[in-house]
């Protein structure tokens, strides 16, 4: 390696930036004199680019869990193209009742300053330069075609208003090649392209240019949920995340809907940073039509090459011949949608051969089943659990997705909370919680929310049930302790997992209680301390 040069007078350097690893300086008072400058540059990654993946993001030092690599407000963001109406300014849902008009341009908001808002500027502008007349929405009560432009516009507003903004969401991917075959291509030109051409006479921007800004939207777009209903955002850097079903970082949302991303398991110097694109508690067929259809790349991560999810199963049925009581995967678990039809699953105990179409004839059926289920009614969860769980691999997904619904609704059901619930579904909601965070833990650590939530769940039960057995005399000074000792284990790590989430969210209103809760058991340990004269830390 040659020779370190100091970034401000350019001779030798050893002296390297500890945020980014990446820039030298010969001494301290020339790293304060060019902070100012390197601030903004100074990230523990560095872009890089192959034939493959085109560019992506590879860290340059080591990287402990938590740490925050990259904060960046968007680039634009907007509606969802299907949105009923909604404030241009703050995206709250609108009703007849509560709209009002931009008194320039004559689209619904929901006040004053939200017509003044600077998100508003792009369709508020084009709507007085070039329409002639303005915008008129009378109907609240279903999605309105005319949004489907709004964050199109948007995006096309920085090319006059923000060029250095309008260059970097240029060199986004489009995918247009690829966008050309699907439908979508064809509506975006119909009710994107060809409707602003003519309702704003847009004509300086080609149908080409507008269609390459719908493909950017929707291959870089991020669904911010900090809003009802969510919104569109675009981000800069983050954008060069690549996608894997096992990630190594995770994303949060600020309240302004600024994006936060922090890694969520070590990272070392020269590992790729990547996050999931896709629900990443979907089975491994279901992520991969996913991506293909919206991201348009079928996905070959190390998770989705392993059929049986680092052991998981997480997308196993039992085995179709019965009475064998093995479970049954697929041959070929990278196979694309052309190969489908001629895809095998294969027992792993018996070794029988069934054709994928079987397979998918069971998981059709059960999934039928889980859309028509209950919401919200535990005895509902238990009734699917019992009829399904014979069919499936105890870890598959379609049972996964009712245990976490379940292990929340303990509790809920009851005006008291977990002192309303029967031992039984306390015991039964704490062996869920161990379950699934076993579960999530081998498969994808990275979903913090999941992970944050289900811990939170279960410190509330482990404190629970101390204090019932403590109330009946079953349980001395010392093993309330540990029991408590656990409960505050599980509370601090779910705190820590959740404390980059907005309070709007019901992750960051558990995130506030998180942390209430620690004050009071903290209380509570103190005062055992002070009884049994033992620490307890």
């Known amino acids: 390696m040659g020779a370190e040069t100091c970034a401000v007078c350019r001779q030798p350097a050893q002296q390297r930036c500890g945020g980014c690893h990446v820039t030298y300086y010969c001494c301290r008072d020339h790293q304060r004199l060019d902070w100012k400058g390197h601030r903004d540059r100074c990230k523990p990654f560095k872009v890089a680019e192959n034939k493959i993946l085109g560019r992506h993001l590879i860290a340059t030092r080591?990287?402990?869990?938590?740490?925050?690599?990259l904060q960046e407000l968007p680039l634009v963001a907007g509606p969802s193209q299907v949105t009923p109406p909604v404030c241009l300014g703050c995206y709250r849902l609108l009703t007849e009742q509560n709209a009002k008009t931009c008194a320039e341009c004559g689209w619904p908001v929901c006040s004053e300053v939200c017509a003044h808002a600077t998100a508003h500027c792009a369709e508020c502008s084009f709507t007085k330069l070039h329409k002639g007349s303005k915008v008129t929405v009378r109907?609240?009560?279903?999605?309105?075609?005319?949004?489907?432009?709004?964050?199109?516009?948007?995006c096309l507003y920085l090319r006059d208003s923000n060029p250095v903004a309008w260059e970097r969401l240029q060199s986004l991917e489009s995918h247009c090649a690829e966008r050309k075959k699907t439908p979508r291509y064809e509506e975006d030109r119909v009710t994107v392209a060809q409707f602003v051409r003519r309702f704003f006479c847009l004509?300086?921007?080609?149908?080409?240019?507008?269609?390459?800004?719908?493909?950017?939207?929707?291959?870089?777009?991020?669904?911010?949920?900090?809003?009802?209903?969510?919104?569109?955002?675009?981000?800069?850097?983050?954008?060069?995340?690549?996608?894997?079903?096992?990630?190594?970082?995770?994303?949060?949302?600020?309240?302004?809907?600024?994006?936060?991303?922090?890694?969520?398991?070590?990272?070392?110097?020269?590992?790729?940073?990547?996050?999931?694109?896709?629900?990443?508690?979907?089975?491994t067929a279901n992520r991969r039509h996913h991506l293909a259809e919206t991201k348009f790349f079928w996905c070959r991560c190390t998770r989705c090459a392993d059929p049986t999810e680092f052991g998981t199963h997480f997308s196993a049925i039992r085995c179709l011949e019965k009475p064998c009581e093995g479970f049954m995967l697929p041959e070929n678990?990278?196979?694309?949608?052309?190969?489908?039809?001629?895809?095998s699953w294969r027992c792993a105990r018996c070794s029988a051969l069934v054709p994928a179409r079987q397979v998918l004839g069971v998981l059709e059926r059960v999934g039928v089943a889980l859309t028509s289920m209950q919401k919200g009614d535990p005895r509902a969860c238990e009734r699917f659990l019992s009829?399904?769980?014979?069919?499936?691999?105890?870890?598959?997904?379609?049972?996964?997705?009712?245990?976490?619904a379940l292990a929340q609704l303990y509790g809920q059901d009851s005006d008291v909370g977990l002192p309303g619930v029967s031992d039984h579904d306390l015991t039964e909601k704490i062996s869920l919680c161990r379950q699934?965070?076993?579960?999530?833990?081998?498969?994808?650590?990275?979903?913090?929310?999941v992970r944050g939530v289900l811990m939170f769940e279960l410190h509330a039960a482990v404190a629970e049930?101390?204090?019932?057995?403590?109330n009946k005399g079953r349980l001395d000074p010392l093993a309330?302790?540990?029991?408590?000792?656990?409960?505050?284990?599980?509370?601090?790590?779910?705190?820590?997992?959740?404390?980059?989430?907005?309070?709007?969210?019901?992750?960051?209103?558990?995130?506030?209680?998180?942390?209430?809760?620690?004050?009071?058991?903290?209380?509570?340990?103190?005062?055992?301390h002070t009884t049994i004269g033992d620490s307890p830390l």
């Open 62 to 69: 080591d990287l402990k869990v938590g740490e925050i690599i």
């Open 139 to 154: 109907n609240f009560q279903q999605p309105h075609p005319i949004y489907q432009c709004v964050t199109a516009l948007r």
């Open 203 to 283: 004509q300086e921007f080609s149908e080409d240019d507008i269609l390459r800004v719908c493909g950017i939207l929707q291959v870089n777009g991020h669904e911010v949920p900090v809003t009802e209903p969510a919104h569109v955002a675009v981000y800069d850097q983050a954008s060069l995340l690549e996608h894997s079903c096992r990630p190594n970082c995770a994303k949060s949302f600020t309240s302004e809907g600024g994006l936060i991303v922090r890694t969520m398991e070590p990272v070392l110097k020269g590992q790729h940073l990547s996050i999931c694109y896709t629900d990443a508690l979907w089975g």
């Open 333 to 343: 678990s990278l196979s694309e949608e052309r190969e489908l039809e001629k895809a």
């Open 387 to 404: 009829q399904f769980a014979p069919e499936l691999h105890p870890n598959h997904y379609y049972l996964t997705d009712v245990r976490l």
């Open 436 to 449: 699934l965070l076993s579960l999530v833990n081998a498969l994808v650590p990275a979903e913090h929310r």
């Open 465 to 470: 049930v101390a204090r019932r057995a403590s």
């Open 480 to 528: 309330l302790r540990d029991s408590l000792l656990e409960s505050k284990r599980l509370l601090t790590e779910a705190s820590f997992l959740l404390n980059h989430e907005p309070e709007i969210l019901p992750e960051g209103k558990i995130a506030l209680q998180a942390k209430r809760n620690l004050v009071d058991l903290n209380a509570l340990l103190q005062n055992i």
